[in-house]
C-alpha cells in the first residue's frame, strides 16, 4: 500500500473497517428508503397531476362564464345604442 502512498491505521482517523454483510445490510436499507421516496413522490406527482387537471377545469369554466358575459356586455350595448336613439327622435321636433 505504501507504493500508493496510501496509510493504514490513521491516527485519529474515524473510518472504520465494516464486514460485507454490514455493507449489504446498509445498501439494502438504502435501497428501502429509496423505494419508500420514489413511491412517495410518485404519489405527489399524480396529486399535482390531478391538481393541474383540476385548473385547466376551473380555467375552461371561467372562460365560458366570461364569454357569457361578453355576449351580454354586448346585447346590453345594443339595447342601449337602440334607446339612445329612440331617445334623440323623440327629443327632435
Known amino acids: 500500500m505504501e507504493k ?3 496509510q493504514h491505521d490513521i491516527d ?3 473510518a472504520r473497517h465494516i464486514t460485507t454483510q454490514e455493507y449489504y445490510c446498509e445498501l439494502f436499507t438504502q435501497k428501502e428508503t429509496i423505494a ?6 410518485k404519489q ?5 397531476r390531478e391538481k393541474t387537471w383540476d385548473l385547466y377545469d376551473q380555467k ?3 372562460r365560458e362564464k366570461f364569454l357569457v358575459m361578453n355576449d ?9 345604442s337602440a334607446v339612445e336613439l ?8
Open 4 to 6: 500508493y502512498s496510501l
Open 12 to 14: 485519529g482517523s474515524e
Open 36 to 41: 419508500k421516496n420514489v413511491e412517495y413522490l
Open 44 to 48: 405527489e406527482q399524480e396529486e399535482v
Open 60 to 62: 375552461d369554466e371561467a
Open 72 to 80: 351580454h356586455v354586448e346585447h346590453k350595448k345594443v339595447e342601449l
Open 86 to 93: 329612440h331617445l334623440e327622435r323623440e327629443k327632435r321636433p
